[in-house]
């Protein structure tokens, strides 16, 4: 009769506890994103955290407009190539996207990737906006480690003989935990998260979007891609022509946990004609009118 100790599942676990103990893991450099829809607390309050009241104000109907957007990848990839993985949290969105094998990454499509990012946020400002809350955006550059399992499925519960029963079987087949390997001590993510929960009064005004400054050092890495920051714009090229421009609205130090970094604050971006056959400016302060 098998019993847990005896699965696969069980013997990966200890692989990666005793990677784990020596220390043997291996970061992986990334760039992550987090999306955090404001003002979805006060709402959550006014309906005294009753789900019934809280649909009937509209906030669901919200946050499913606001996943029909941006809950999906914008870098769509299969290994070796880099790719995106999303994970909703409530009222917030993860991204992140492993640049360990970045010589396989292409540089138009991670031009892309930015511009789609940007309007994604313009496309939320505009949505939250009509419904009287806000959403800020903050992209940033890590690095993660895997250190446990992905998965917990009913193959470390059950122990059974050569024919399960009907339960039995669904058991085996029922995974209990999420635990994303891509988001496990996911640094990109972390300091993006910490960002936005800083929040205003560290100068993290609601409705904006923010870039911490190792995002473009882990982006220029992307063959292809060269990043300069200049003091009022970052010009992303690819082969060596313009493709996108982002123009700064602040520049703010950050400090947190022994974190020192800066985090820039973006105005507007434009999308150079050389680069999509003719030029567009993406207005995120006027962005009714964009």
């Not at 994970?87 to 917030?92: A, E, K, T, V």
Request: negative net charge; glycine residues 8%; hydrophobic residues 40%.
């Amino acid at each position: 009769m098998p019993t847990p100790w005896e699965k696969d599942e069980f013997h990966e676990s200890l692989d990666w506890e005793r990677k784990a103990r020596s220390g043997s893991l291996t970061p992986i450099h990334c760039i992550g994103a987090w999306i955090d829809i404001c003002g979805f607390g006060s709402q959550l309050e006014k309906a005294k955290w009753n789900l019934r009241e809280f649909q009937r104000s509209g906030t669901v109907n919200l946050l499913s407009e606001v996943y029909q957007r941006v809950g999906h990848p914008f870098w769509v990839g299969v290994e070796p190539e880099p790719y995106e993985n999303v994970l909703i949290l409530n009222d917030g969105i993860a991204r992140t996207i492993d640049l360990g094998n970045v010589q396989y990454a292409r540089a138009v499509k991670a031009a892309f990737y930015v511009r789609d990012l940007v309007l994604g946020h313009l496309h939320l400002l505009r949505l939250t906006n009509h419904n009287n809350l806000g959403v800020r955006t903050v992209l940033a550059g890590g690095e993660r480690i895997q250190y446990s399992p992905a998965m917990f499925t009913g193959n470390s519960i059950l122990h059974h003989g050569d024919n399960p029963s009907e339960w039995g079987k669904r058991l085996l087949e029922k995974n209990f935990l999420y635990n994303p390997a891509e988001f496990q001590m996911n640094t990109a993510f972390a300091k993006a998260y910490s960002i936005d929960a800083s929040g205003s009064k560290s100068g993290f005004s609601i409705n904006g979007l923010f870039i911490e400054e190792m995002f473009f050092e882990r982006f220029s890495a992307i063959p292809g891609i060269d990043v300069v920051a200049g003091e009022s714009s970052v010009c992303i090229s690819v082969n060596k022509n313009v493709a996108l421009e982002l123009n700064i609205r602040s520049k703010k130090e950050f400090v947190f946990k022994g974190l020192h970094t800066a985090v820039f604050g973006i105005s507007s971006v434009r999308v150079d004609a050389s680069f999509e056959g003719e030029e567009t400016i993406i207005d995120l302060i006027n962005y009714e009118m964009a």
